[in-house]
């Protein structure tokens, strides 16, 4: 591995955490060991119960210690983490360094996946001198070179618009979560990882995937300046899910899809809700999310395909009620019957 230090100073990487705290820590000790330098890291946090910040600040200040042993670790990998931080609490009382490369940010309430990556998103395109932003999950970590390998990527094309990176599953680093994207059908709301599931590493051409990119996935995609001030930030109404497809469709095609085909990060996929890309270990607060989000934009965007994906979220939930999954089928059915979809 190259010993010279990449600028990246272009970037604002943007993590939204909500009670993970040690997931947290690890994403963010994970990018401070980077071969790169010059990034700002967002930690925006949507009013966490389990100590998060105070935990996150105690390693910062080196009165507290992790021994993390990720995936992440290969070749090149030495543990690191910011000299300083800048800490805004929800009251906006700034504590700390305003040069930091680490800002904490209170975001007061729990604001779901958008509205907390919406916060970092403003500070950054009002604070911060950078072009790119890369939102991370707090359940992720990155490889030593994906920052400079991401940032090489957004140079090489002055439209792109949204980026996604090769994911790989934290606990099974062999498969591949995705390559970059993901696929969308929009009679069935369903969409699919591009290779998911495939052995790692796999071979494949990059412009024939980014041909098939229909949206990036949310644990890892860029975006830039330019295509935020056009198309404008995330949709916040979903809370949950939708999001990134949101944002593609309001594209319009104006900004590409693209992948950054040496960029590799690792997922660990769960988080505080039982999310999942499995379906059958979703929580039940998780599929209450994903039903409610995907009848929204569905009705938003393809409101001739809402019966069809209607259909088939009763389905789903005639599912969970001959498994017995009493709190999934509350939760089906509250989705379903919603006022507001």
């Known amino acids: ?24 820590i690890e994403c963010v000790e994970s990018v401070f060991s980077s071969n790169s330098y010059g990034f700002k890291v967002i930690v925006c946090d949507n009013a ?3 100590g998060s910040i105070s935990k996150l600040l105690e390693w910062v200040d080196g009165k507290a210690s992790y021994d993390f042993d990720g995936p992440q670790k290969f070749e090149g990998y030495v543990c690191k983490k910011p000299n300083s931080y800048l800490h805004i609490n929800s ?27 919406n916060v970092g998103l403003r500070y950054g ?8 932003f890369w939102l991370l999950n707090a ?34 680093p062999a498969t591949l979560q995705a390559l970059g994207g993901a696929t969308f059908n929009k009679w069935s709301g369903n969409s699919s990882g591009i290779a998911s599931h495939n052995s790692y590493p796999h071979i ?5 995937i980014e041909d098939k990119i229909d949206f990036i996935v949310g644990a890892s995609l860029c975006t830039t300046r330019d295509f935020l001030t056009s198309v404008g930030l995330m949709e916040e109404s979903y809370f949950l899910y939708y999001e990134e497809i949101d944002w593609s469709v309001r594209n319009n095609n104006q900004f590409k ?3 950054a085909d040496k960029a ?20 039940s607060l998780s599929e209450y999310y994903l039903i409610k989000s995907k009848l929204s934009f569905t009705r938003k965007f393809f409101p001739l395909a809402f019966v069809s994906v209607y259909a088939l979220s009763i389905v789903m939930l005639l599912k969970r009620l001959l498994q017995r999954r009493w709190g999934h089928v509350s939760a089906l059915f509250k989705a379903l019957t919603a006022r507001k979809y």
């Open 1 to 24: 591995m190259n010993d010279v230090l990449f600028d990246a100073s272009s970037l604002a990487i943007v993590i939204v955490n909500y009670n993970s705290w040690e997931d947290l």
């Open 139 to 172: 359940d992720t970590t990155i490889a030593v070179d994906a920052v400079q390998e991401l940032v090489l990527r957004m140079q090489e094309d002055s439209m792109i618009g949204l980026c996604g990176t090769i994911i790989r599953f934290y606990h099974f």
């Open 125 to 132: 395109l009002e604070k911060l001198d950078v072009e790119y």
């Open 257 to 259: 899809h693209a992948l």
């Open 48 to 50: 966490s119960q389990d």
């Open 264 to 283: 590799e990060i690792f997922h660990k996929e769960g988080g505080a809700i039982g999310t999942s890309s499995i379906p059958g270990q979703r929580g």
């Open 91 to 117: 009251e906006g009382a700034r504590i700390g360094d305003d040069g930091a490369s680490l800002i904490v940010i209170e975001t007061g309430d729990n604001l779901g996946f958008a509205g907390g990556n």
């Open 204 to 208: 494949f051409d990059r412009n024939s």
